[in-house]
Structures are given as C-alpha cells and as structure tokens.
C-alpha cells in the first residue's frame, strides 16, 4: 500500500526466500546503507515476522527478526533521514501483572541495552511513506491488524470523493476524470450563456464594422480617384458621345457609382479595315469623317473587355463619374460610413462593456466560493497575496483579454480572409510578396512563445509573493514599530520588489526582441509594395486608384498581422490566468461529507479519541497514538508545551483536518459521518489569534448565528464579560471595528470574540 514493488526488487526478494503475498508494506528508499544515492527497498514478511532490507545497487539482502528490533524512530537532518532501531538480544517480556507506565519504562531499559542499527536512509522525498512505513511497524509487533484500507494509506492514496479515482498528484488533489477537459477559451465561453443578447449583438456589431472596413478602401481609391477626380480618355469620351461605345450609365448617381466600380471595364484597339479609330500623332481619334483621311492611315475598332488579362497592353476605363457634384457625392458618402462605423463601435464597446463586467462578476464569485470551499490545508499552503491574486489579478486580466482581445481577434480574422480576397483580385503579383515574411514570423513564434510563457508564469509567482510580503508585513505593523523593525521590513521589500523588478525585465527583453522584429519584416513588406506599384502605375498595368486601394487594403492587412503578433502576447497572460482560476474550481476539498453524512441538531458532547495520529508535515509529528474520552458536560484543559498539540485538538474536533490515523467519534458517530454543517455549527471556538471582521461590533457577535435577535446579542455579551465596555463606547453596540475604524484593545477583541 506504500509503495509497489519493482520487478527487480519482488525477484530479489523471491530469491531469498519471502513470500511477494506475505509483505504487509514495502518502502522503496533512494539512498543506500552508507548514504550515498541509490535503490534500496524493505519489507515486512508477516509470516515470519521479520523486516527484510535489499540493496539493489549493492546486489546485498540483509532480514531482521521484528522481536528483536524494537523501537523504531526516525532522525531527521537538512536534506536526508535515517531510519534507526534499537537491536536486542532476546525478545521483550509480556506485560503480565505490572502497569503499563512501569512496563513501558521496564522495555525502555532492556532497549537502552542493546545496539542502533540503521536500518535505512532516504531524502525528504521519501519521509512521508518513511513514517507511515515506521506507523505500519510499530502496529504490527503490538499485534493490531493492518488492512489496506487502513487511514495511514489515505495520504498516498487519497480519492476524489465524486468517483472514487485516486489522485495521480496527491498534493494537489485535482481528479482527472472529473475535471473539466473541455479547452480553456470554451470554458471561459461558458460564463457568455447568460448574455447571449450582448454576445449577439456583439457578432453583429462586428460583421457590420469588418464589412465597413472592406468597403472604404474601394470608395476612397477606386472610385475617387479613377472615376471622379481623373479625366475620362479623350477617345473613349467622343466615342461615348457619339455611341459607339456602350457604357453602363444610369440616371441614379450611386448605381452609376456601384457600376463604375464593379463592371471594371478595360479597353484596347485592334487593327480592322472599317474600324471607326484612326491613329494620328499618337493618339488615337475617332473618325467623323473616313474620306477626309489620308491614304494608309491606319484604322482601329475599340474592344472593350471584362478580363484585362485577355490581351496585352489594355487600359482601364477611367473618369466614368467625372462631376463636381460626384466629388461631393462621394466625400459625403466616406463621412456618413466613418459615422456608421462610429456608431457600430458605440453599439458593440457598450455591449461589450455590459456583458464582460458581469462575466468577470461571476467569475470572482465562482472564484472566491471554490476557494471558500477548500480545506484549511489549502490555506496554509498557500499565502494570502497569492490567493489575492487568484481572485482580483487573475479575473482582470481575463476581463482585458474579453473587451481587448476576443472581439478584435473576431474582427481582424474577418479582415484579413476578406482583405486576402481582395488584394490578390486586384494584383496577386504584388500580394504574393505579402506573404513572403509569414513563414519566418511563425519560425519566430515558434521559438520566442515557449519562453514568454515560461516567463510570464515566472512573473505572476514572483508578484504573488511580494504581495504575500507585504500583506505579511501590514497586518502585523504593530509588531513590526513595537520591535522598531521598519527598516528590515523595508529592505524585505526591495529584495522582493528587486525579483520582481527582474522577472519583469525578462519578460520586456523577450517581448521586446520578439515583436520589433516582427513588426520590422512587416514594415520591410509594406515599403517594398511601394516600389513594385509605383512601377505597375508607370507601366499601366494599375490606375492610381487601383494603388491607393490597394495600399489602403495593405494597411488595413498589417492591422490584423500585427494584432496576431501581439494578440499572442494577450492570450498567453489570459491562459496562465484562467489555468490558475480552473485549477481552484476544479480543485475538491481534502474534507468532505460522507456520501449519508448523519445531521446532528444538537451535540451533546461524548468525545472519543482512540490511537489517533496527525502530522502538518511528515517530519514534525504532532499527535502520536493519542487516546481519551470527554464525558458530556465535562469541562477539560489541555496543558502543554507549545507545539504539542493543543490546538490541533481543537482542529481536529472541528474537523478543520482528517487524523492521519486512528479515529474520533462525537457521541458514538464518526466524526467523518457527521455532516459538517451540523457538526461546526455544534461547537463554538475561540482562536488564539482573535479576528474581529468590518461591521458593527453586533455584527460579530451575530456572526456565528445571522438572526440572531439584539436581546440574544446582549445576552451573549454579558456571558462574555463584554457588556459594560461596549456601552462606554458613544455608539454602543453600533460601533464601528476592523480596518479603518475603532480599534480596540487585544482584551476587549478578546471578549468580542468569545461572544
């Protein structure tokens, strides 16, 4: 039950004549005899009751007879333990007629008399399976059956309540079967369920923006430039006028404005006998009369086509909408799309706003309540900044990732498929040297993001433990100006404050190097696009419309190229956030009630503890097989040095822990099948360290009971003694305590407190 023998290891033992069904417990111990590192295991052979140790580095098997070997302990140093025993000659006597205290001190003696024998070595690693190990023994000489549902095997083989599944890292504590699997964005999807209005609202919101953004580009640049605001070919002009060109011009200025844009028209001249163009100094002129040219001139019929790409040298028809009042038209147009846009944008951050600040509500709620949960162990694992962060940090972050990434990576995805469309409709050339640096950006990220996140999580530690230092440090200022240790406090703090400092340039110098040089081969791309157009206009395989569309669009693609770049940045810092907000909801408390836990109205107050034995940490044992019985109406005081257990007791009659061993019953019932509610709601407390919450000093009193009437609070002051100081105060019982209000002294918090 403490540790499953090797192949190797139940060989060796085989080999020597022990039994693999006959050992009650196994310890595997990674030192050797001399101490140095190796593979050592023991064994306890409850046929023969003896204990076998086998050296697997060493290949040496050495057995000892349990009789013999009494006494067993464990001595502790900085990084290692030893396990040792007291060697007899004979076996020990029994008990026969003397009292347990004489024969107790009778064993001790004849123990005294024999040899220590280290029986093995091993790194704090192994401490904890060590004393349970050592627990196991000590039960077996007494005689007392050892099953492997025995509550020593609970600690290595805690299971999760729901399903029974035994946890694969028994410090945290987080069942794999019913933990959550589903992705961390689909999960933090889930808290949108009750805002599905906004969410919608917010789709559309975006949809309508993107295809704003897709549309300005075409108006500014096509359309101003090459349709309004150039000049029409003179050629194309006369023969318009005189029809024989037939172009698609309406009487309705925004269907001439449409068409204009998406018939995309070009034209060419082909050599023809009878064509009505003639080519004359170099240009080319239609003919109102064909007599009055002269002989040879050559003649040309215009062709108008819908694929530029069909002949050579063709031109796009331009100055189709050449009118001062389109130039208003259009401006007119541009501004009422800015507005549109503004007002979608008003439309969507309100929405937005709305629903991630209740998201975030929520999510501190589920937080705080998992948290509130957890057992008293969690806590104090676990320093109180840190927890802070847990709650505050960790949701604001994920709110910033909801109003400052989510939405935006939503609309620049629908940018950039819809602006790709569109840049290698207008000239693929050009967009194919858009994408050249994307290879090498995703070369970068592949390398840079492992260690950003590595850092970011380094970065969160070392500001939840300054946070710890200085929560430490503020809640026990009285302490700290009593001892006049304000400047060894301070300098505690720039040693924290200095790793923090120096977690956070790591985390600067990385993002620092990773995105310039991203932004750098983008930066690189735009200016070469630059160069290449310009040459296409010279050339007449673009319009200048057609450049500053697509220069428009270009910017508009290194928007969302960009934003990935950095996005990465934001979504890092959000899945390390949610990572840790997951692990305390999915994490189940170490105490929990039985699956029919027994409700108790009233506790009367029988108390029983038999052989029970408890430990914070494996190497300081607290309780060792203690037993007593309190009668009801019995009023006991425990006397003893500090550390020894007293307020363990009370910890563990409150059930603030589970014993390690052994039992506690509260009035013949288990105290592990009495519900918890109904078991603390029985016992009242008063801690040493007294805590008095903000509220009114009727508040705390009421704080065990909430309807809880002013007489019974009256009543329960007078019981404490604490009725006459509380109407000395000017406000009475409506006083005011806590942080930032009166203080009272250490006696009158005291009193309160009992109260």
Known sequence: PINKLTAEAAACFTEHGVVEDDILAALHLDLDHDGNFGDTWLALDIKRMRLCRVDLSKKSYDEFELALLVNPYVDNFTTSNALLAYCIAEPLPPQGDMEKKEYELFCEDIARKGKTEIVGFCTNACKRRLFAFVHIWEKTVKGEEVTEDDPIFEQFNAKCPKCGTVYADQNRRICENCINKKGLIFRLLEYFKPFKLHLVAVLICLVLSSCVSLVSPIISGQLLYDQVIDTADTNVTVAYENG???LPISDNAILNMWNAVASKLYYYYEAAPDGEFALTDGEYVWIEDASSLPEGTERYSMVLTHNKDEVAETNRITGMLHKKSNVYLVVALIVFLALFSLGIGIVQNRANATMSTEVTKNMKCDIY????????SYFNQNPTGRLNNRVNYD???????????????????????????????????????????????????????????????????????????????????????????????????????????????????????????????????????????GVNVMGKTMTYGQLTTYLGYLGMIFGPLNFFSTFTNLITDTINSAQRMFEVLDMI???????????????????????????????????????????????????????????????????????????????????????????????????????????????????????????????????ANAHDFIMRLPEGYETRVGIGHRSLSGGERQRVSIA
């Open 395 to 533: 949701a604001v972050k994920i709110r910033s990732f909801y109003i400052d990434g989510l939405p935006y990576l939503l609309v620049n995805v629908l940018n950039f498929v819809g602006l790709t469309i569109f840049l290698f409709s207008i000239n693929w050339q050009l967009t194919l040297i858009v994408f050249v640096p994307i290879p090498i950006i995703i070369m970068i990220f592949r390398i840079m993001l492992p260690k950003l996140w590595r850092s970011y999580s380094r970065q969160w530690r070392r500001s939840s433990s300054m946070n710890a230092m200085m929560g430490d440090s503020l809640n026990g200022i009285r302490v700290v100006k009593a001892f006049a240790k304000e400047a060894e406090e301070t300098n505690r703090f720039y040693e924290y404050s200095n790793k923090l400092a120096n977690a956070n340039l790591k985390t600067n110098i990385i993002s620092l190097c990773l995105f310039p040089v991203v932004s750098l081969l983008i930066g690189m791309t735009s200016q070469a696009i630059w160069g290449f157009g």
């Open 244 to 246: 024989a060109i037939d």
């Open 369 to 376: 309540r998992a948290m509130s949960a957890l057992s008293l």
């Open 589 to 719: 408390p170490e105490i929990t009630d039985a699956k029919e836990p027994v409700k108790l109205e009233e506790i009367k107050g029988d108390i029983v503890f038999d052989q029970v034995q408890f430990h914070y940490a494996p190497n300081r044992p607290i309780l060792k097989n203690v037993s007593f019985e309190i009668h009801a109406g019995d009023h006991v005081g425990l006397v003893g040095h500090t550390g020894s257990g007293k307020s363990t007791i009370a910890n563990l009659i409150t059930r603030m822990y589970d014993v390690i061993s052994g039992s506690i019953t509260i009035d013949g019932h288990n105290i592990k099948d009495i519900e918890i509610q109904s078991l603390r709601r029985n016992v009242a407390i008063v801690s040493q360290e007294v805590y008095l919450f903000g509220g009114t000093i009727a508040d705390n009193i009421r704080y065990a009971k909430p309807e809880a009437t002013m007489d019974e609070v009256i009543a329960a002051a007078r019981a």
